[in-house]
T-cell receptor
Framework: NAGVTQTPKFQVLKTGQSMTLQCAQDMNHNSMYWYRQDPGMGLRLIYYSASEGTTDKGEVPNGYNVSRLNKREFSLRLESAAPSQTSVYFC?????????????FGDGTRLSIL | QQQVKQSPQSLIVQKGGISIINCAYENTAFDYFPWYQQFPGKGPALLIAIRPDVSEKKEGRFTISFNKSAKQFSLHIMDSQPGDSATYFCAASYTGRRALTFGSGTRLQVQP
């Protein structure tokens, strides 16, 4: 069982370039999330999808868009990358989307924007 | 009101010692408090979680202590081992909210 798979693992972009981070889960979970992790700031929620066909903004959505392609896949897009978006991005999923459901994380995408 | 404050930022403990990490919150609506463990190059993984109707929860060497009146909770790692060296995040959420609010993390190093 792969769990949550993120691609790519590493990426370097130039300012202004666009990119899509991919995430897929094989646990039949309803809810999926995108977080960014920056030193000293923990993980901050960018967007989430409570169920297939729905998406909602999190704490830091500016500069990002998401697509819940189907139940398994949830992508994050940077339309015009900025150096402030240099971070480690984590995708997570959980069952039912309730607050007491454990979230399962992928191993992250390390993104550097020059 | 969504913030969760975590301390210390880093912690060095000798093998066999007790590691203690503290978190405090403001939002009294929070009713779920998990701890996540993260090893380098990996995503966080759920370690242990507690609800505010109990003051303590223990799983093996890991214990969460919860003080509702002080709005604080802590993680205790008994008999700390070098394999426990990782970054630990506290988090909080409430019924109906879809995502977690994380603390800033504590990097634990257990020296042999």
């Amino acid at each position: 069982n792969a769990g949550v798979t993120q691609t790519p693992k590493f990426q370097v972009l130039k300012t202004g370039q666009s990119m899509t981070l991919q995430c897929a889960q094989d646990m039949n979970h309803n809810s999926m999330y995108w977080y960014r992790q920056d030193p000293g700031m923990g993980l901050r929620l960018i967007y989430y999808s409570a169920s297939e066909g729905t998406t909602d903004k999190g704490e830091v959505p500016n500069g990002y868009n998401v697509s819940r392609l189907n139940k398994r896949e949830f992508s994050l897009r940077l339309e015009s990358a900025a150096p402030s978006q240099t971070s480690v991005y984590f995708c997570a999923s959980s069952d039912f989307g309730g607050s007491n459901q454990p979230q399962h994380f992928g191993d992250g995408t390390r993104l550097s924007i020059l | 009101q969504q913030q969760v404050k975590q301390s210390p930022q880093s912690l060095i403990v000798q093998k066999g010692g007790i590691s203690i990490i503290n978190c405090a919150y403001e939002n009294t609506a929070f009713d779920y408090f998990p701890w996540y463990q993260q090893f380098p190059g990996k995503g966080p993984a759920l370690l242990i979680a507690i609800r505010p109707d109990v003051s303590e929860k223990k799983e093996g060497r890991f214990t969460i202590s919860f003080n509702k009146s002080a709005k604080q909770f802590s993680l205790h790692i008994m008999d700390s081992q070098p394999g426990d060296s990782a970054t630990y995040f506290c988090a909080a959420s409430y019924t109906g909210r879809r995502a977690l609010t994380f603390g800033s993390g504590t990097r634990l190093q257990v020296q042999p």
